[in-house]
């Protein structure tokens, strides 16, 4: 975690929390170390915001590729020697539904998990011939989580007064949906993509993901 938290996971002697910020070289390098042999990377960080294009600054634009894209190059291309040098390991990339089938106001959110899956399909490929797995878990929207109230701080500056109309639509639909993800669904997915050889590529994780996929 960035700012590990004590109560998030319950105590256990199987587990040790790391604090590691995936757009920093040096904390990756320091907790790739400090975990000793890796049979299992869940490239799982992400951050989110909502707006339309024109209301997005681009240093919030550069915040979203450099956590959800480029952290997860970072973390991926920190474990891969030790992974090809045991001929054994698995990578599993969290991206999201909505590059299933776009939504408005998600466009660069929507972009950033997008560049995930296509790096994630391509290095699947790379890494064959050294019996490594990479894999996609592709969540919906999870309203348990905090990853809404986190995307606020990066809508601080508001929508464009145009867009307004849009913007009510989008919020009524979610009001209104029944269908959503659980925190379960997901872990339920990485659990599958981490141990099932024979599980496919992409694993949708969520009732709100599943009638995207159908």
């Not at 990339?93 to 909505?98: A, E, G, Q, R």
């Not at 998990?113 to 878990?137: D, I």
């Not at 109309?165 to 009524?172: C, E």
């Amino acid at each position: 975690m960035r700012t590990p938290r004590e109560d998030v996971l319950p105590h256990s002697e199987h587990l040790r929390v790391l604090a590691l910020d995936v757009t920093d070289s040096e904390s990756i390098r320091q907790v790739v170390d400090a975990a000793g042999p890796i049979d299992v990377l869940v490239n799982n960080a992400g951050i989110g915001m909502l707006n339309a294009l024109e209301g997005t600054p681009m240093t919030i634009a550069r915040e979203l590729f450099e956590t959800n894209t480029l952290g997860t190059i970072a973390m991926t291309q920190a474990v891969l020697p030790q992974f090809r040098q045991r001929n054994a390991g698995v990578i599993v990339n969290v991206t999201s539904s909505v590059t299933l089938r776009s939504l408005p106001l998600l466009s660069v959110y929507t972009a950033s998990k997008a560049a995930v899956n296509a790096f994630t399909e391509s290095l699947a490929l790379e890494l064959k011939a050294f019996h490594v797995r990479v894999n996609l878990v592709l969540p919906g929207r999870a309203p348990e989580t905090r990853f809404g109230e986190n995307a606020r701080s990066r809508m601080q500056a508001g929508f464009p007064e145009p867009y307004a109309g849009l913007v009510q639509s989008v919020f009524a639909g979610w009001e209104t949906a029944t269908a959503v993800t659980r925190s379960v669904d997901v872990a339920e997915a990485v659990w599958r993509a981490a141990n099932d050889p024979a599980c496919p590529i992409r694993v949708v994780a969520g009732a709100d993901a599943l009638a995207l996929v159908g």
